[in-house]
Structure formats: structure tokens, C-alpha cells
């Protein structure tokens, strides 16, 4: 593990801080930093368990982004991460019996 350059939190060379989104790229860090293991890879079933974790929301009559955010996350101007993560084309349009991953 190395830290990042830009917030100085832990982060993998080769991957993204999950911080501040930068990459931590291998050419910044100096020769002790790099000798790290290489991450096996995960299987993708596996992937997707460890990245939703069983967090499913399915949306309910009068439902609408913004409150599904206040709840799950305490703010409902989070509710952009609930469009990015389930691909919602249409922020204002949700449906009834949607299954919502967060």
C-alpha cells in the first residue's frame, strides 16, 4: 500500500483512492512502494456480491429519489448516487417495484 498524492489516504498502486478518485499511478512512487503483492483477481459473481452486499431497495408507491436517498443515506442530495449506481436514465421517472441497489 502506498498513499495517495493528492489526500494521502491508504490506496493500492494501480488502483483509484477511494477518496478523491485519483489514480495512484506507479511512475509517482518511489521502488519500495511498488513491491507489493499483485491482487489475484476476484470471480465476477464474486465482484458484484462484495460491491452491492445485499443493500436492495425496492421503490414503493409515492417514493421518489430524493427521499430514498434522505433515508438510506442521511441526505437527500445523494440521491445522484442511487441514478449512477442503478443506471437511472431518468432521474425525475422511477417506478413502482424497481429494485434499487445502494
Known amino acids: 500500500m ?3 498524492k493528492y489526500c ?16 495512484a499511478e506507479s511512475w509517482y512512487y518511489s521502488g519500495e512502494e ?26 414503493k408507491k409515492g417514493d421518489c429519489l430524493w427521499n ?7 441526505s437527500g442530495a445523494e440521491y445522484y448516487r442511487l441514478v449512477k449506481l ?7 421517472h422511477i417506478e413502482v417495484g424497481w429494485k434499487l441497489y445502494y
Not at 442503478?86 to 425525475?92: G, K, R, T, W
Open 2 to 4: 502506498a498513499k495517495c
Open 8 to 23: 494521502g489516504a491508504e490506496v493500492a498502486i494501480g488502483a483509484r483512492c477511494t477518496y478523491c478518485g485519483s489514480k
Open 34 to 59: 511498488k513491491k507489493q503483492e499483485p491482487k489475484k483477481k476476484k470471480a465476477l459473481h464474486d465482484r458484484v456480491r462484495d460491491l452491492f452486499n445485499g443493500k436492495i431497495y425496492i421503490v
Open 68 to 74: 430514498i436517498a434522505k433515508n438510506l443515506y442521511g
Open 86 to 92: 442503478n443506471n437511472i436514465q431518468d432521474p425525475n
